[in-house]
């Protein structure tokens, strides 16, 4: 059955090399995920810097008011006071200040009337110095505390910032993790069935083509060599030889030895009969005790002298055999030459089981 058309184009492993993937991005966007974060804490920071103009104005505001109250008044630095005040005056002279509180404004007007008043020359009582100057302090110590709240408030909420995207990507992470892992065992598992399936079909195709008892290859493989051989011969004049050989008395050895001893035997003789050949020549077992040899390449000599040597390391086996020739399992051959028969399988087994029937009447343990 063929698998859906999205099955054959997704596969686990490539989800699961996604996810690692997406892990790794993510990992990589928080090496500098702190960043855009910082930047916006100073962003934020930038408005609380005045918190700084503030601390400064206070401190230049008690130098003026103690200058004022140790003043002699019969010398008077005012000028030096009023230049104080007007720094103090630009400093607090700041939107953010104004806007956010209420108090600034009136702070303003406080040194504006202070400074005029200085630069009258007129001696400033100590009760007017502070009068004007106390309110200002306090005024300026407020927003100094002000924005020093706003800061650690400001500080506080990156920090849970922080710790949320930390926990955040902490889950993705996991997730991507346990996806990559999942996808990629769906894989192996995917990849393992198939391997199964494979050594399954494998396995299939050599039972359909050779025998369980010998492990040489079956009449159906001899039937789809022989074809193919004959193909051979008519499109480039190749020659062979297919040569039939079965064990003589064979049913009296099982009779007399048993069946098991029998097998034992027919397996050390297709050994025996394997060892004979020649590297490009095939064995098969063709039904029974009957083993076809196809001999690639072989003309009529060659295949004779090959099919004796056959005989000969079979009877060198020595198996006992009560009723065998000479008191030994012995087998019998007949050889047919492609050229002889003609160019077709049936004409070919034909003639080759013929021979061996000749064998067989001639007295057996020999070649025909
Ligand atoms: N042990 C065993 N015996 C088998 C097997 N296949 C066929 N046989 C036996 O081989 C014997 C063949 O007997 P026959 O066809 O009469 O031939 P034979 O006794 O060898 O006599 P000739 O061929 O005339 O020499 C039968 O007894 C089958 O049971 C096998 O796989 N194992």
Sequence with gaps: MKSPRWRRHISWLWLSILCFALLFAVLSYEAGWGQPQVSRYFNNTGKLTDKQLATRARERLQNSLETLLTENPQHPHYPAISQQLNIVYGLLNVPLYLDEYPCAQGTLDRLDRLDRTLATGAPVSHELAASLLLPVIQCVSDIEAGQEAKR?????????????????????????????????????????????????????????????????????????????????????????????????????????????????????????????????????????????????????????????????????????????????????????????????????IAMADRQLYQAKQSGRDQLF
């Design 152 to 348: 650690t408030r400001v500080a506080l909420m990156l920090l849970e910032e922080i710790e949320n995207n930390r926990r955040m990507l902490l889950w993705w992470a996991l997730a991507g993790c346990l996806a990559g892992f999942g996808f990629w065992a769906l894989h192996e598992s995917q990849r393992r069935a198939y391997t199964r399936d494979l050594h399954d079909k494998l396995e299939w195709m050599h039972r359909a083509s050779h025998d369980p008892l010998t492990g040489i290859l079956n009449r159906r493989a001899l039937d789809q060599d022989l074809r193919a051989a004959i193909a051979e011969y008519r499109a480039h004049g190749q020659l062979f030889s297919l040569v039939l050989c079965d064990i003589d008395y064979f049913k009296q050895y099982n009779d007399a030895l048993g069946h098991p001893q029998g097998d034992r035997a027919l397996k050390d003789v297709v050994n025996a009969i394997a060892g004979a050949l020649r590297p490009g020549d095939t064995l098969y077992r063709y039904g029974g005790e009957e083993i076809a040899i196809l001999l690639a390449g072989a003309d009529r000599e060659q295949g004779q002298r090959i099919a004796e040597r056959v005989l000969e390391r079979v009877r060198a086996l020595g198996i006992a055999h009560p009723e065998g020739i000479g008191g030994i399992l012995t087998a019998s051959a007949g050889i047919a030459l492609v050229s002889d028969s003609g160019p077709d399988a049936e004409a070919i």
